[in-house]
């Protein structure tokens, strides 16, 4: 018999994490929709080729192909041995695979917007919350299967969104009370100038995966890479000058000037960053919650290796403390579309990582004690006459949004104790025999063990009221 087990990057999720990782996904989902964003959802699947050439060689080796039926059939075997050639040589083939699962979010959003472009009102926004898949090395904060969580506007040139989507970053890490995260940006345009002064716009890509790779692998390496892509010492020069900009955000764009601001996208990057900055202050103190954010930070180190980015980008960072990193990014993408045949079609987006912020709060021991709150009441369960009340009762606060469960057999006090305990089911009701003659039942507090005795025909207004008055994380009893 096999051993049961799980795909290496996959994880099963119990009870108390589904409900950590939900507290996670309606804050942002509130956050999204006060913000306007709508709701949508795309297959788990794509045709191959939406997804590939879309992430630079790099993303394209991550995607997980998924293999076509048939292969098995004797008569195509020697068809099918060429055709797996051209695969392991790096080349794709509609014999071997049609489709994949999908990398991320918003090349399907593309296609998406591609296909019902002619029905949507624009500017068109909207949200997605789901799985995505990566062929990677797993690690911590690395994972095969991850969700996503993004936020798009599409059919919009304005800078507003961008500074809508910082504020959204604020809003939510600090709803969150994850303390201490940065906001970093940075612009694809002044990229593109380093690559003008570097070689030219054919040097962009070389240029941006190895910057990307920074944090993880040091200045050193960087130039050891950009020396085997090609580049010369001169222009590896220009570009340690230019990942080792320090100072105020004031003080890089004045740096940033003197580099590439006489070339025109490094000019109008520039401008944007500047307007940016402008616009979403250091700190911010005036956000629905009343609670100060964590500062903007302009970062040319920030490359975002996907070949679609071609403004303003992002990447926001756990706080130092937490050894994760990234934990969301994004930016401008102003013709996705057109490699759908829907040219001219400006967007902007950005990406939570889920998985990778379930990780900073688990550390940080920053969930509310609440977010377990699952079931409130237990009705023990004491004889058949006294279970058939006990439904009754239990179907009334159930109609009132109060969980409640009737133990499922009638067994020792002590082990129904047990069972309310280990679910942290706050309170219990007793109804015996006594107290179906008299009309009554015991309420016991499990996290105090106070308890009282109340008529039946209260217990709802009881209940409903000390719910109310404690927040629903315990009963005053």
Known sequence: MAKPSLPQGTRDFGPEIVRKRQFIFNTIRHVFEMYGFQPLETPAMENIETLMGKYGDEGDKLIFKILNNGLDNPAKQPQIRE????????????????????????????????????????????????????????????????????????????????????????????????????????????????????????????????????????????????????????????????????????????????????????????????YIIENVPPTMDNLSTGQAGSTLTVDFTLARGLNYYTGIIF??????????????????????????????????GISFGVDRIYDVMEELDLFPEEVQAGTQVLFFNLGEKESKEAFRLMQQLRAENIGCELFHENAKFDKQFKYAVKKKIPLAIMIGTKEMESQTCIIKNLKTGNQLIIKQSEIKEKIIASFEASTGETVTI
């Open 315 to 348: 990447e926001a960072k756990a706080p130092p403390t937490v050894k994760i990193g990234s934990i969301g990014g994004g930016g401008r993408y102003d013709n996705l579309t057109g490699l759908f045949g829907i040219p001219d079609i400006p967007g902007v």
């Open 83 to 274: 055709e797996f050639e051209k695969i392991f040589s790096g080349k794709n083939t509609s014999a071997i695979t049609e489709r994949a699962l999908r990398y991320d979010l918003t090349i399907p959003f593309a296609r998406y917007v591609a296909m019902n472009h002619g029905q949507l009102t624009f500017p068109f926004k909207r949200y997605q919350i789901q799985p995505v898949w990566r062929a990677d090395r797993p690690q911590k904060g690395r994972y095969r299967e991850f969700y996503q969580c993004d936020a798009d506007v599409v059919g919009s040139n304005a800078l507003l969104n961008e500074i809508e989507l910082a504020f959204i970053y604020i809003e939510v890490f600090t709803r969150l009370k994850i303390q201490g995260f940065s906001l970093h940006i940075n612009s694809r345009k002044i990229l593109s100038a380093l690559a003008e002064l570097c070689g030219g716009a054919e040097k962009m890509i070389d240029i941006t995966i190895a910057i990307d790779k920074l944090d993880k692998i040091g200045l050193d390496k960087v130039k050891e890479e950009l020396t085997h892509r090609g580049l010369n010492n001169e222009q590896i020069k220009t570009i340690e000058k230019y990942v080792l900009i320090e100072g105020s955000n004031e003080d890089k764009l004045n740096q940033i000037a003197l580099l590439t601001g006489h070339l025109e996208s490094g000019k109008n990057g520039i401008r944007e960053l500047a």
